[in-house]
């Protein structure tokens, strides 16, 4: 069963560094997420792409994130200076984009980002 | 704006017991509703879901979904939980602008099955 995926599994950084977290989403599929979950709390909507711009942002996606579609398999997150508060489980996600708002998202495992 | 209520946040069950889990929305149109399921180390994995037509929603592993309008709310059932059924279960409303879609979460509820 295709399955999206998602690396590294964790990544530990220094405050102020740049980090990519890389995601395969599934094949056929359209549409592309960004979900976090700090420790403890809720999953977040981060970002919404479809059709190589930008669909939808929450008020987290500030200009320290940006997303890329750098080819044909890959959805990349960028956190330009990576802050304490921004540790947290990453989710990508991919939608086959059919019906759009009712499509099935199906998630990848996560990355989990330590920020020190 | 949307949200989702999880009242219960850790719920233990026996092995063989039924279950049920409680989740309310809040969503001014039609709401688009999911659960998933999260074990441990793993991603989100979509149990079941309601758009339109029956209110009651088979999903997979036995899993199902009453989705009752009156009382904003579609609760998560199983008639008999397995210890494999232990993980954390999240309910969420689904919305957009007309492409692309957005899940609202729930704070999740951590089921754990006693043998």
């Known amino acids: 069963e295709p399955e999206v995926t998602q690396t590294p599994s964790h990544q530990v950084t220094q405050m102020g560094q740049e980090v990519i977290l890389r995601c395969v989403p599934i094949?056929?599929?359209?549409?592309f997420y960004w979900y976090r979950q700090i420790l403890g709390q809720k999953v977040e909507f981060l970002v919404s792409?479809?059709?190589?711009?930008?669909?939808?942002k929450s008020e987290i996606f500030d200009d320290q994130f940006s997303v890329e579609r750098p080819d044909g398999s890959n959805f990349t997150l960028k956190i330009r200076s990576t802050k304490l508060e921004d540790s947290a489980m990453y989710f990508c996600?991919?939608?086959?984009?059919?019906?759009?708002?009712?499509?099935?998202?199906?998630f990848g495992p996560g990355t989990r980002l330590t920020v020190l | 704006a949307q949200s989702v209520t999880q009242p219960d946040i850790h719920i233990t069950v026996s092995e063989g017991a039924s279950l049920e889990l409680r989740c309310n929305y809040s969503?001014?149109?039609?709401?688009?509703l999911f659960w998933y399921v999260q074990s441990p180390g793993q991603g989100l994995q979509l149990l079941l879901k309601y758009f339109s037509g029956d209110t009651l929603v088979q999903g997979i592993k036995g899993f199902e979904a009453e989705f009752k309008r009156s009382q904003s709310s579609f609760n998560l059932r199983k008639p008999s939980v397995h210890w494999s059924d232990a993980a954390e279960y999240f309910c969420?409303?689904?919305?957009?602008?007309?492409?692309?879609?957005?899940?609202?979460f729930g704070t999740g509820t951590r089921l754990q099955v006693t043998l």
């Open positions: 792409f479809y059709n190589n711009e930008i669909s939808e």
């Open positions: 969503y001014g149109a039609t709401p688009y």
């Open positions: 094949s056929n599929h359209l549409y």
């Open positions: 969420a409303v689904g919305a957009g602008t007309g492409t692309a879609s957005k899940l609202t």
């Open positions: 996600a991919s939608s086959d984009g059919g019906r759009a708002i009712t499509d099935t998202q199906y």
